[in-house]
Nanobody, 129 residues
Framework: QVQLVGSGGGLVQTGDSLRLSCAASGRTFRFSDYGMGWFRQAPGKEREAVATINWSGASTSYADSVKDRFTISRDKAKNTVYLQMNRLNAEDTAVYYC????????????????????WGQGTQVTVSS
């Protein structure tokens, strides 16, 4: 069993920054076996992929709506994946979820697939204008 605990959400104003964190753990969990990603779901909308990172951190992929504003990264020493979000706007308001996928496929594959193995509990990000 793998546990993903997301944190870092909050209420901010347009143009502000936030950093989300997702700490992964499990008795037999090995961080380097998993590609990681951030997804979000706004009220009344379907969940969408935001950013993904492959198992080694060598490749990252982003939704067009967040390119050049968001950065995904991972720290293998802490078993944690981060999402740095800059220049936030109202359209970024959503519940953000992290996910772990047991694969060594690329970040490009991760951002397109629906096959994710574990999900975090979600953290709310609200951007007021």
């Amino acid at each position: 069993q793998v546990q993903l605990v997301g944190s870092g959400g909050g209420l901010v104003q347009t143009g502000d920054s936030l950093r989300l964190s997702c700490a992964a753990s499990g008795r037999t969990f090995r961080f380097s076996d998993y590609g990681m990603g951030w997804f979000r779901q706004a009220p009344g909308k379907e969940r969408e992929a935001v950013a993904t990172i492959n198992w080694s951190g060598a490749s990252t992929s982003y939704a067009d709506s967040v390119k050049d504003r968001f950065t995904i990264s991972r720290d293998k020493a802490k078993n944690t994946v981060y999402l740095q979000m800059n220049r936030l706007n109202a359209e970024d308001t959503a519940v953000y979820y992290c996910a772990a996928t047991h694969t060594h496929y690329s970040s490009n594959w991760l951002i397109k697939t629906n096959e994710h193995d574990y999900w975090g509990q979600g953290t709310q990000v609200t951007v007021s204008s």
